[in-house]
């Protein structure tokens, strides 16, 4: 039995042990991506844990990585579930397990990682939820020696302001404490962090990564004054490709979230400000619900939630789905291949079920696929 072949059983017969391995369907289909990629094979999770222990059962067990890019990217979004809660939904605790298989260089969350963003909400009570995130998602990255790069969202520490005051200033002062404690370091290279967790950068594997918080639809003079210094420093511009994460898209894809501040105010002049240097995706969250989309020369990763309130997609009769995304990126050819999960089932998602176009009340967006 080969290496990958053991650990996966172990893998297995962990998740069994926890009580978060579920039955599936009996067949994955084939992702399809921008890049044309080999098929993948997948299979079942076991009902219950003995049949891991099965040999006939063990090549049914197997699932074989996606085909890897020169850097691997976990992308996850949307972990919460209700306000004050510090319990997670079983496909957060199931994808935080199956994410050391994939072997990625990086996990990168679109936010939303705590249940906050109510007033009534003690101080206690958001700490708790931090140190629930700890255990459930941060301590085993950081034990599986993958940095977590990460946009703090809404939940987490909303940056809405009433009459110029933050409306949720607690939740920010307890989430900066959490990140700025040197037992919570994520592992990453930074490049600026004078605004961390908020706003900051970091380069990893010849990629240059911006976070900026659009934990709100509106991003700040004083933000986008900093995105423009950053973007256009050298160091930006020799990485190989940029990314830019945030929490709020910049066009609205679900139902129920295509109202004005549920998407980035001025989406049109952002992307324009995107695209003048070059960044090849901004990854977002918030909508929970996953779209591979593409407007102009930007990519667009809608990602979808893992945890609770999955919606649909606007122009689809596709049912909510909570996914995860594994990102391979090929930097010669400065591409990149999805593989995006349903994580009740663990099928793969076809890009090709997804509505080829989104009629976005601040405009169209495409399936990336598409030209």
């Given at each position: 039995?080969n290496?990958?072949?053991r650990r996966?059983?172990?893998?297995?017969?962990s998740l069994g042990g926890?009580?978060?391995?579920?039955a599936?369907r009996?067949?994955?289909?084939?992702?399809?991506?921008?890049?044309t990629?080999?098929?993948?094979?997948?299979?079942?999770l076991?009902?219950?844990?003995?049949?891991?222990?099965?040999?006939?059962?063990?090549?049914?067990?197997e699932r074989?990585n996606?085909p890897?890019?020169?850097?691997?990217?976990?992308?996850i979004?949307?972990?919460?579930s209700?306000y004050?809660?510090?319990t997670?939904?079983?496909?957060?605790?199931?994808a935080i397990?199956?994410?050391?298989n994939?072997q990625?260089?990086?996990v990168?969350c679109g936010g939303?990682?705590?249940?906050?963003?109510?007033?009534?909400l003690?101080?206690?009570?958001?700490?708790?939820m931090?140190?629930?995130f700890?255990?459930?998602i941060?301590?085993p990255l950081?034990?599986?020696?993958i940095?977590f790069?990460f946009?703090?969202g809404?939940h987490?520490?909303?940056?809405?302001?009433?009459?110029g005051?933050l409306?949720?200033h607690?939740e920010r002062e307890?989430?900066?404490?959490?990140?700025q404690q040197s037992?919570?370091?994520p592992?990453l290279?930074f490049?600026?962090r004078g605004?961390?967790?908020?706003?900051?950068?970091f380069?990893?594997?010849?990629?240059?990564?911006?976070v900026?918080d659009?934990s709100?639809?509106?991003i700040s003079?004083?933000q986008?004054?900093?995105v423009?210094?950053?973007l256009?420093?050298e160091r930006a511009?020799?990485a190989?490709?940029?990314?830019v994460?945030?929490?709020?898209?910049?066009?609205?894809?679900?139902?129920g979230r295509?109202?004005?501040?549920e998407?980035?105010d001025n989406?049109?002049?952002?992307r324009?400000l995107?695209?003048?240097?070059q960044?090849?995706t901004?990854i977002?969250?918030h909508?929970?619900?996953?779209?591979p989309g593409k407007?102009?020369r930007?990519e667009?990763l809608?990602?979808g939630?893992?945890?609770s309130?999955?919606?649909q997609?606007l122009?689809?009769?596709?049912?909510?789905?909570k996914?995860?995304?594994i990102v391979?990126?090929?930097?010669?050819s400065?591409?990149t291949v999805y593989?995006?999960?349903?994580?009740?089932?663990?099928?793969?998602i076809s890009?090709r079920?997804?509505?080829?176009?989104?009629?976005a009340p601040?405009?169209?967006?495409?399936r990336?696929?598409?030209q």
């Amino acid at each position: 039995m080969n290496l990958h072949r053991r650990r996966f059983l172990l893998l297995l017969a962990s998740l069994g042990g926890l009580g978060i391995a579920t039955a599936i369907r009996p067949s994955l289909t084939s992702h399809t991506a921008t890049k044309t990629t080999p098929q993948n094979k997948g299979v079942n999770l076991p009902q219950q844990q003995q049949i891991a222990n099965n040999s006939s059962s063990q090549k049914s067990l197997e699932r074989e990585n996606p085909p890897r890019g020169d850097v691997r990217i976990v992308v996850i979004s949307d972990l919460n579930s209700q306000y004050g809660s510090i319990t997670y939904e079983p496909e957060v605790d199931r994808a935080i397990a199956l994410i050391p298989n994939w072997q990625p260089n990086l996990v990168l969350c679109g936010g939303d990682m705590i249940a906050g963003q109510k007033r009534s909400l003690s101080e206690s009570q958001i700490k708790a939820m931090w140190a629930a995130f700890d255990r459930h998602i941060a301590a085993p990255l950081r034990d599986s020696g993958i940095p977590f790069g990460f946009t703090i969202g809404n939940h987490d520490g909303s940056g809405a302001l009433v009459q110029g005051k933050l409306i949720f200033h607690n939740e920010r002062e307890l989430a900066s404490a959490y990140w700025q404690q040197s037992q919570h370091d994520p592992g990453l290279s930074f490049v600026e962090r004078g605004n961390f967790p908020f706003y900051y950068s970091f380069s990893q594997d010849e990629i240059f990564y911006l976070v900026w918080d659009a934990s709100t639809q509106i991003i700040s003079p004083q933000q986008l004054a900093w995105v423009e210094q950053s973007l256009a420093s050298e160091r930006a511009r020799r990485a190989s490709m940029r990314i830019v994460i945030g929490h709020l898209p910049l066009y609205a894809v679900a139902v129920g979230r295509d109202k004005p501040g549920e998407y980035l105010d001025n989406a049109e002049k952002l992307r324009s400000l995107l695209e003048r240097y070059q960044v090849h995706t901004y990854i977002s969250g918030h909508h929970h619900a996953y779209y591979p989309g593409k407007k102009g020369r930007l990519e667009l990763l809608h990602t979808g939630a893992l945890g609770s309130g999955p919606r649909q997609l606007l122009n689809s009769d596709l049912p909510p789905r909570k996914t995860l995304t594994i990102v391979d990126i090929f930097l010669a050819s400065a591409t990149t291949v999805y593989t995006s999960y349903d994580m009740e089932t663990l099928e793969i998602i076809s890009d090709r079920s997804l509505p080829e176009i989104i009629f976005a009340p601040n405009g169209k967006v495409f399936r990336r696929d598409l030209q």
